[in-house]
């Protein structure tokens, strides 16, 4: 469980906005120490030697020093009331789901470090100027010069994050976004194409009975279930000799005190065996993408949906989540679904899990646009274009059938919203190229 508790540590730290800075922050301490001491062992006879470096005295290089920070300070506020804009627009017009995607922007994160660097850097190098009055005057040339050196590059990250940021709150590069890291969380999760399977080897007695007589395992807490560490569950219940059936999966709220698994035989499940089985569910107050593909499909449905509601009205956008959506599920019909049963080198089932399917997928990225655009014909077009060119690329007999399923419900939920004869046509149409294809 180890593993998955490092990925979720991990996950969340790059969601978080203070981390890149902050590890900037400890490098720009390093490079402030490392410069001075270099600006230590060349003297003021050395750093004049070297013709491109700054060569001003104390008070100017008190001067640029103290410009620099109070400019990068300043800039890093308004960065950041922007960064707060766009996220606020964010959040209300596509969905606070999609505030963890901004806040996993490294663009923006890097930004701000460059900033908050820069600012640091030069707080420190400012301490170490003296002038011809103190003790020992002491004027770093080197120090200054890559001040000078990181405000060009703070001026140069300022330009990319206004690009940046303008483009990112744009619908159609957010929907792309999400929809990348769903194409990525596919691939994860379903890693073979179909014909191409190298499981372990055939599970024996997955037909078998299962006992009546079994060890309820229960959550110690609410939430949900961001992962589930299978290979730990296997390599334990082979040792153990024991079965597992897991009532819930990735993505999954759970109440505490609810089931998640069930254990036998019982006289073999001792206080471990329901420690193991409880330690492989992290559970967390959200969701995340890495072992739940549905999570990045609500989150396309969602701008779908908010795109579609009066007070945006914006079909458009809609629509582009169709195309993606179809996209996906495209991808998901070409991999192989994982089977619930799950073997040990001997072949004997250990653990029986609750899967992803491929009309799981369809029914998470179909149903929810279907219910609430099927009274506008320009969508419920879109879903069924979408249906009809994917065709091609659904090779398994129930996939089809889903999918079929899902074209007839479209052509029936915009034909009872009375549109006019052209579009009840060209709905009509669209629904019979569907069936021919699926049919062929």
Not at 185 to 208: D, M, N, T, V
Not at 265 to 271: K, S, Y
Not at 412 to 419: K, Q, Y
Request: proline share 5%; hydrophobic share 50%; aromatic share 6%.
């Amino acid at each position: 469980m180890m593993k998955s508790r490092l990925i979720s540590i991990w996950d969340a730290l790059r969601a978080s906005y203070w981390f890149v800075p902050t590890l900037m922050s400890v490098g720009a301490v390093a490079l402030s120490i490392g410069a001075l001491k270099v600006d230590a062992r060349l003297g003021l006879t050395g750093a004049r030697e070297i013709g491109w470096l700054w060569a001003g005295g104390p008070d100017g290089a008190r001067s640029i020093l103290s410009t620099i920070a109070s400019s990068m300070i300043t800039v890093a506020g308004v960065v950041f009331s922007i960064t707060i804009v766009a996220l606020t627009l964010a959040s209300s017009q596509f969905g606070p789901r999609l505030l963890r995607n901004f806040l996993r922007d490294s663009i923006n994160q890097v930004v701000m470090g460059t900033f908050v660097a820069t600012y640091l850097y030069c707080l420190l190098v400012l301490r170490e100027v003296k002038s011809v009055a103190e003790q020992a005057p002491f004027v770093p040339y080197l120090s200054v010069t890559v001040a000078i050196a990181l405000t060009t590059a703070s001026l140069a990250m300022l330009i990319l994050y206004i690009h940046h940021i303008a483009r990112s709150i744009g619908a159609e590069t957010l929907v792309a976004n999400v929809a990348a890291e769903l194409r990525e969380s596919l691939h994860s999760l379903f890693p073979e194409q179909i014909g191409e399977s190298k499981s372990a080897p055939a599970a024996r007695e997955a037909g078998k009975a299962e006992p009546e007589e079994r060890t309820p395992v229960l959550a110690p807490r609410g939430g949900y279930i961001q992962a589930i560490e299978g290979d730990t569950l296997l390599a334990f219940a082979s040792e153990k000799a024991l079965v597992v059936h897991l009532l819930r999966r990735p993505g999954d709220f759970v109440p505490e005190g609810a089931r998640l698994a069930e254990v036998w035989p019982p006289q073999r499940v001792d206080d471990e065996a329901q420690a193991t089985v409880v330690d492989a569910h992290l559970i967390a107050s959200s969701r995340t993408p890495r072992q739940d593909a549905e999570y990045c499909i609500n989150q396309l449905v969602e701008i779908a949906l908010r795109a579609l509601s009066p007070g945006i009205n914006d079909p458009f956008t809609a629509i582009s989540c169709v195309h993606w959506l179809g996209d996906a599920l495209g991808f998901a019909a070409q991999r192989e679904m994982p089977a619930p049963h799950r073997a040990d080198e001997k072949g004997v089932v250990r653990v029986i899990a609750k899967v992803s399917s491929f009309q799981g997928l369809a029914d998470a990225a179909l149903n929810g646009i279907r219910q609430y655009g099927a009274s506008n014909p320009a969508v419920a077009i879109a879903m069924l274009q979408v249906i009809g060119e994917i065709a091609p690329r659904v090779t398994r007999p129930e996939d089809r059938q889903t999918l079929l399923r899902h074209a007839e419900a479209i052509f029936e939920d915009a034909m009872a919203r009375s549109p006019n004869a052209g579009d009840a046509a060209d709905m009509q149409t669209h629904r019979d190229s569907v069936c021919r294809l699926y049919a062929a």
